[in-house]
T-cell receptor, first 111, second 112 residues
């Protein structure tokens, strides 16, 4: 079925790396997304990765894609207090006519 | 950076009233979506729209809901007779051919 799974919470120390994980179900997805949502705000597209890639790096963000295990991760290097937010992964289905979101991972930063 | 704009940012309505939420997608995008997020909960897919017709809709998108692209720029979501449980943030999104999916800031609907 259509399901995107994420762990609900992650707590990291400021300056450490954060790794947020996601598993998905549709092996034919063309690309996968990561979004950031700060309290009371909208969904900010952080990055997305095409399914023919294994890795994508964009400044402090690194996305890893393991197609065999249908596993996607987002690594945030040198995590800062401004990174506190909920992070959602999202997967397209049915030729992207439907894009399903995970339940979101709440990232909290401790000093 | 191009953006998706939504109006109103907040609407308060009485149960049973009709509500129209408006969205202006990014101008060269062809795929449009509405999502709903009840406070603190998941981002739920409602409907997608392409080539002036619905591509896909979820179980939530029942007969009370409709979408329209009346003038080639606006993309609207209408709720005919609002219920208390329709209270949520409603997000519009548009997607380009390259796959980038951008969201608006959302419209908060409060049904009393």
């Amino acid at each position: 079925g259509e399901d995107v799974e994420q762990s609900l919470f992650l707590s990291v120390r400021e300056g450490d790396s954060s790794v947020i994980n996601c598993t998905y179900t549709d092996s034919s997805s063309t690309y996968l997304y990561w979004y950031k949502q700060e309290p009371g705000a909208g969904l900010q597209l952080l990055t997305y990765i095409f399914s023919n890639m294994d890795m994508k790096q964009d400044q402090r963000l690194t996305v890893l894609l393991n197609k065999k295990d249908k596993h996607l991760s987002l690594r945030i290097a040198d995590t800062q207090t401004g990174d506190s937010a909920i992070y959602f992964c999202a997967e397209p289905y049915s030729s992207a006519s439907k894009i399903i979101f995970g339940s979101g991972t709440r990232l909290s930063i401790r000093p | 950076e191009p953006e998706v704009t939504q109006t109103p940012s907040h609407q308060v309505t009485q149960m049973g009233q009709e509500v129209i939420l408006r969205c202006v997608p990014i101008s060269n995008h062809l795929y449009f979506y509405w999502y709903r997020q009840i406070l603190g909960q998941k981002v739920e897919f409602l409907v997608s729209f392409y080539n002036n017709e619905i591509s896909e809709k979820s179980e939530i998108f029942d007969d009370q809901f409709s979408v329209e692209r009346p003038d080639g720029s606006n993309f609207t979501l209408k709720i005919r007779s609002t219920k208390l449980e329709d209270s949520a943030m409603y997000f519009c999104a548009s997607r380009g051919q390259d796959g980038e999916l951008f969201f608006g800031e959302g419209s908060r609907l409060t049904v009393l």
